[in-house]
């Protein structure tokens, strides 16, 4: 099943290993093993392969100004102000992105309708609110949410700056039916521990601003562009 070859970088391996196993041809969910071949390719991705140099911060960025690269010419993620999204691939079947968090940035409680979500912690810290509450740091093993299983509503909460490389198939779609629902929590008092989840709209203080991808270059099947 390996796609590996020669020279080619991680995140097209990624890629490729996406394509095939998320591909419209294929018919219901990938199975089991092929969600391990795209953990194991995950768990080998650096901040590097997605073009992130996650060591150094630039101190003379303010608010408004543009994320600076690196003498190397990767993103210096470590200096975002607020939650950043670098959108790398996008197609019908799946997206592949990261989200950079400053520090103490909080995901609102949300949700990934009829998606399977593998997420890898690539720098920093990051509390996870899903079925269980835990806290992944890097270098951590992936992590995947499936459709049907119980976890698929989460929030995020960075500990220390970090970064999340995340895989979605498929990715959202306000026409395909397929749109981000977000959620408060009300707990129970009866029930210590537990809560019931209220539909909202996303916090009017949530924003999430775009940055450039500068890892290697990705060659694409022709018919995932839209």
């Not at 294929?26 to 953990?39: F, N, S, Y």
């Not at 019908?92 to 912690?121: E, Q």
């Not at 509503?153 to 970064?163: E, G, K, L, R, W």
Request: charged residues 20%.
């Amino acid at each position: 099943m390996a796609l590996q070859s020669m020279g080619m970088s991680k995140i097209q391996e990624l890629y490729d290993a996406c394509d095939w196993n998320f591909s419209s041809g294929k018919e219901g969910l990938p199975t089991l093993k092929q969600i391990r071949w795209l953990q194991g390719l995950l768990d080998a991705m650096e901040p590097a392969d997605v073009g992130i140099d996650a060591t150094r911060t630039d101190e003379r960025l303010m608010e408004d100004e543009p994320i600076p690269k690196s003498q190397y010419g990767l993103f210096l993620a470590q200096s975002v102000t607020q939650v950043t999204y670098i959108h790398i691939h996008e197609c019908d079947d799946f997206s592949i992105g990261v989200f950079c968090f400053p520090a103490g940035a909080t995901f609102p409680l949300h949700d990934h309708p009829n998606m399977v979500v593998l997420s890898k912690v690539l720098y920093g810290g990051l509390a996870r609110i899903a079925a269980d509450d835990r806290v992944m740091e890097a270098p951590c093993k992936a992590s995947v949410l499936f459709p049907r299983s119980g976890g698929n509503i989460h929030s995020f909460t960075a500990i220390t700056p970090c970064a999340v490389l995340d895989i979605l198939a498929p990715p959202y779609s306000d026409e395909r039916e397929r749109p981000s629902t977000y959620f408060n929590e009300i707990p129970i008092p009866s029930l210590p521990g537990c809560a019931i989840l209220e539909e909202t709209d996303l916090p009017e203080d949530f924003t999430v601003v775009g940055a450039p991808y500068v890892g290697p270059e990705l060659t694409v099947e022709m018919e995932d562009y839209y």
